[in-house]
């Protein structure tokens, strides 16, 4: 079973997005505030896309990407953000997509992209 891990800090963005993937996919997600809780829930519950805010208090999307590629775990990444101007690390080893916030069909793009490449590497 495909699980998505929706990391966001504003509750309308979290509902919005939350929504679009399950009404989109079908698939199960679950969902968190912040990069820190998405990452101790990384440590116990298996995913197999994060969408995840860059800017959040108590821990940045960049904490969950960090802890990913630190304990090698290879699971697509998007960040759903306004703030366009992130910039990802060079040596990465995760796919990973920058969507800008409230953009559903780039959203919907990446999700379908990110969750084939995904399921090719198994």
Known sequence: MIHILIVEDDDFAREKVVNFVENL?????????????????LKSRKFSLIISDFNMPDGNGDVVLNYLQENKLFIPFIFHTAAIS????????????I????????????????????SRRK
């Open 25 to 41: 996919t079908g698939l199960k997600t679950m969902d968190t505030t912040s990069g820190n809780k998405a990452v101790e829930i």
């Open 86 to 97: 992130v910039t990802l690390p060079e040596q990465l080893s995760i796919e990973t997509k």
């Open 99 to 118: 969507v800008e916030k409230y953009d559903f069909e780039d959203l919907e793009r990446s999700i379908l992209e990110l969750l084939l490449i995904s």
